[in-house]
């Protein structure tokens, strides 16, 4: 029988379940969503912000054991509840501050993500070919995933070689000095882009830090990373450039020139794909094997 643990609280970071679409700070023209239960609630062209109706306490839920075929992190609210990380857990604190979900601790090398395709979309190790998949050396960094964003596969981005969407949330590279847990959810201010291009996919990586690191309040933008956190642009993109090539697979390529950008076109990013987030579950565009639950 498989095991089954509730560990702990994923954070304090999440202020509600139900769908909800922040302020864009970057493109003030696009559309505001607010989203419950997957249905459109609001739609306004000012920015505002969703109130959740209420305030579960998100706790996570071991499924399985680790390192195995089975092994599951679901997320449950304060009823007992499964809800989805991607789906449920908002993407704006406001004031440019987002929830962030670790998948993979920093200095470890199992490599969880987010099972799109699976009801509840809970964390799981990804395999290829029968095995279960590892980096072939330890990720420097917390790495995980924004909620309630979504790279559009049917999207050619003009700006990035007309690369089209990986078909999965936005990635987040935390650069903070503390070992995250699988399933955490942190509070983070975006700080920088990466436009990584993997077989010919775009799949963004936003730089960002927690809000409990002791140097937050000294980085606020590209600039910054580079002064208070010397050299961690580039090992950044040398670590996603080059962690491939043990296996003989050719090294994954970056737009825009090949260097981070600023946090204002991080913020345009993650306003974009929370749209095509929003247009996915309303149904708009064709879900694939994408669990919208």
């Not at 609630?41 to 505002?48: D, M």
């Not at 903070?176 to 799949?203: N, R």
């Not at 491939?244 to 345009?268: E, S």
Request: hydrophobic share 40%.
């Amino acid at each position: 029988m498989a095991a089954t643990r509730v560990i702990a609280s994923a954070g304090n970071a999440v202020s509600g379940v139900f769908l909800c679409r922040g302020q864009s700070i970057a493109a003030p023209r696009s559309l505001n969503l607010c989203f419950r239960n997957g249905r459109l609630l609001t739609q306004r062209r000012r920015l505002f912000t969703c109130n959740a109706i209420h305030n579960p306490q998100v706790q996570i839920k071991e499924e399985g054991q680790p390192e195995s075929f089975d092994y599951r992190v679901f997320f449950v609210d304060n009823s007992g509840k499964k809800i989805s990380p991607w789906h449920d857990i908002p993407l704006h604190l406001g004031d440019g501050v987002f929830n962030f979900i670790v998948e993979i601790p920093k200095e470890s090398s199992a490599k969880m993500e987010v099972a799109t395709d699976e009801v509840y979309t809970p964390i799981k190790q990804d395999t290829k070919k029968g095995k279960l998949r590892y980096y072939p050396y330890n990720i420097n960094w917390n790495y995980g995933l924004l909620p309630q964003t979504w790279e559009d596969p049917s999207l050619a981005n003009a700006e990035v070689e007309g690369a089209f969407g990986d078909n999965d949330p936005v990635d987040v590279v935390e650069i903070g000095e503390s070992q995250g847990k699988i399933g955490q959810v942190m509070k983070v201010k975006p700080l920088a882009a990466l436009a990584m291009i993997d077989e010919g996919e775009l799949d963004w990586k936003i730089v960002a830090i927690s809000l409990d690191d002791p140097r937050a309040s000294l980085v606020n933008d590209v600039d910054d990373v580079e002064k208070h956190f010397p050299g961690t642009l580039t090992a950044i993109r040398d670590w996603f450039r080059d962690y491939k090539i043990p296996d003989g697979k050719p090294a994954n390529r970056f737009g825009l020139g090949n260097k981070p950008a600023d946090k204002d076109y991080a913020l345009k990013v993650i306003t974009e794909t929370n749209e095509a987030w929003a247009k996915l579950v309303k149904r708009s565009i064709p879900s694939g094997e994408l669990s919208l639950v």
